[in-house]
């Protein structure tokens, strides 16, 4: 079996974060770019853990997207399965922050969301192998924007599905991404039909379900077998197996949230790799294992950018045990 458990497979990029908090788009004086991309922070975020990962995915012949392969590199993300486009450029996307840590997308720039290398993933070049013998698959909703790459993510799925491979998706909603944000609903529903673990905010489940409760979004999606909601500094809900619970948010101060959620499904997933889905069924077990995802999404939002913020599995064995004297 490959050393390579989980892949990741999606967008990794720059977020280009205003120096300044509170500041309107208008008013930035500089921004700092740190390597992002929901995915690509999963598959940081597990190898920090100690889970072997890869990333899927597509950027430039540019020098962004040098540095961000030689990023994985250096973290330890295989990188078998990164695609280069020779024209179209690595995504950069312009990030303001509020006074107490929470971001929003300002745009791409001088580019349209449609330019971007990330929008080529092609169908024919994915890593066959690493998919046939991974253990899980994780994705975001992004790439469903583009023809190119929600045929190449299609494909990725039956091959997974032809091995029994385990499907996450984060729906990581983001409008301005999208050219046609009104056909986002029924392309995101399409993918729900396929996934084994379901992570989402709050507000994605409302938009999506009509609901925030895990247990009825879990019903709704039949194959499911367990559903996440966060919710930011209120915690976050769970259906794992049949077990459902409410867990708080730890109280940290907050730098910036970006990476925060990420950091929480790279924990969830590196605690199924240790402990196995079937631990799942016991109650306590359950608990444990979305505890140590909040305190790993909670550790990522103390400091800035996404990558360059997340936790080693010490850091957070000392965090939980500083918190609640609980050892995983």
């Known amino acids: 079996m490959s050393q390579i458990r989980v892949l990741c497979l999606g967008e990794i990029l720059f977020d280009c974060l205003a120096d300044r908090a509170g500041r ?22 597990l190898v920090k853990l100690g889970t072997k990962s890869g990333f899927i995915g597509c950027v430039g012949e540019d020098e962004p997207g040098n540095a961000l392969v030689q990023l994985l590199q250096n973290v330890g993300v295989d990188v078998a399965g990164v695609q280069r486009h020779p024209t179209a450029p690595t995504r950069q996307v312009y990030v303001l922050r509020s006074q107490t840590g929470d971001r929003s997308f300002a745009g791409f720039g001088n580019y349209n969301t449609t330019e971007f290398a990330d929008t080529r993933l092609q169908a024919a070049d994915l890593p066959v192998k690493l998919l046939e013998e991974a253990e899980f698959l994780v994705l975001g909703t992004l790439e469903l924007a583009y023809p190119q790459s929600r045929v190449a993510i299609s494909q990725a799925l039956h091959i997974a599905e032809q091995h029994f491979v385990k499907i996450l998706v984060d729906i990581n909603w983001r409008p301005v991404f999208w050219p046609h944000p009104d056909l986002a609903p029924h392309v995101i529903q399409d993918l729900l039909k396929r996934v084994d673990f379901l992570k989402l905010s709050e507000e994605e489940a409302e938009w999506l379900f009509g ?13 499911c077998e367990g559903v996440l909601v966060t919710a930011g500094e209120k915690g976050c809900a769970y259906y794992l197996a049949e077990n459902q619970g409410e867990l708080p948010a730890f109280s940290v101060d907050v730098v910036d949230t970006t990476g925060a959620g990420d950091s929480f499904v790279a924990g969830f997933v590196h605690q199924l790799c240790q402990h196995g889905i079937k631990s799942l069924s016991d109650a306590d077990t359950a608990k444990r294992i979305v505890t140590y995802a909040t305190a790993v999404g909670a550790l990522t939002a103390t400091k800035p950018g996404a990558i360059a913020a997340q936790p080693t599995a010490a850091e957070v064995e000392d965090f939980l045990r500083s918190h609640q004297n609980l050892s995983l």
């Open 24 to 45: 309107a788009l208008d008013e930035v004086e500089s921004w700092t770019p740190y390597p992002g991309g929901a995915p690509a922070n999963v598959a940081c975020g």
């Open 211 to 223: 609901t925030i409760d895990p247990g009825a979004i879990a019903h709704k999606l039949n194959h």
